[in-house]
């Protein structure tokens, strides 16, 4: 999901409104984004696109991924200066709420890691409307896992498709729906369910709301029959207890609903 003209149109008309007159300057200037704290940079492609789409030439300084330290530039432009000016604040918002998602994912990796180099961290649909792609890409650049990109891309049966049909008769309907090329996420609340899912049917069983000594047991319950995902109000601080009981993935919907954004400015002096 690329960000597009569209994107950026929207974001610029939100901003700017219809009379602009504090971006009246004349001439040509440069300047640069400017991280002011630590971490890891995201969205810089979004912020370019934003600048390009003004007429500007800016150009990522660092890589998507990259860690950033205070006084560290992460993107520099020139063009005129109304251009460059009108372009700043949503490059720089854009930009920072990407880095702030990518610092916290990666964040999130690196406690995983203190216990298992298999466990993977991922993402949720809990993104920002009209922002999934760039929030997605985040992850990525923190070196977590997308998750879902969007309804079309796995089934899961949740637990409100078990309260109307039941768990086998959720799984059964769905599997006779669905591609071959479509994976099948089962939520379930108890670990004596995970089993019952994976012989009905599941590809991935969803260990929602459990404690990890819960989670670890549903795990060995399944013992390899599907794969394993761990969901459900999972902090930063949590994520070694459950990387430590065996499951395949950790989805963390905080990685992108709670993120803080990086503190970015963006400095420019007259070409």
């Known amino acids: 999901m690329p960000v597009t003209d569209a994107d950026v149109e929207r974001w610029l008309r939100e901003d700017l409104g219809h009379h602009d007159v504090t971006n009246d300057v004349p ?17 810089l492609d979004a912020a370019v696109a934003v600048f390009d789409y003004l007429g500007c030439d800016a150009d990522a300084v660092v890589s998507s991924g990259d860690r950033v330290e205070p006084g560290d530039a992460a993107l ?49 649909r809990k993104t920002t409307p009209g922002m999934r792609g760039v929030e997605k890409r985040a992850v990525v650049a923190g070196g977590g896992d997308t998750h879902r990109l ?46 019952q899912a994976a012989d009905a049917g599941a590809d991935i069983v969803l260990l929602d709301n459990m404690t990890p000594a819960e989670t ?28 430590a009981t065996g499951v395949d993935v950790i989805s963390m919907g905080s990685l992108t609903h709670s993120a803080p954004s990086l503190d970015y400015s963006f400095s420019t002096s007259v070409a």
């Open 27 to 43: 001439g040509s200037t440069e300047g640069r984004l400017i991280a002011k704290e630590a971490g890891v940079a995201a969205g």
């Open 150 to 195: 969007d309804l079309s891309h796995m089934v899961m049966v949740k637990d409100n498709h078990v309260a109307e049909m039941g768990l086998e008769s959720a799984i059964r309907h769905f599997r006779e729906r669905k591609s071959f090329a479509t994976k099948l996420e089962v939520e379930v609340e108890s670990p004596a369910d995970a089993p």
């Open 76 to 124: 520099q432009a020139t063009g005129d200066a109304q251009s460059v000016l009108r372009a700043e604040r949503v490059a720089v918002n854009v930009a920072g709420h990407a880095s702030g998602v990518a610092t916290k994912t990666r964040r999130a990796v690196d406690a995983a890691r203190e216990v298992s180099d298999a466990v993977e961290i991922a993402a949720t």
């Open 216 to 243: 670890k047991r549903a795990v060995d319950l399944l013992d390899g029959a599907a794969l394993a995902e761990a969901s459900g109000s999972i902090t930063v601080e949590d994520v070694p207890a459950y990387a």
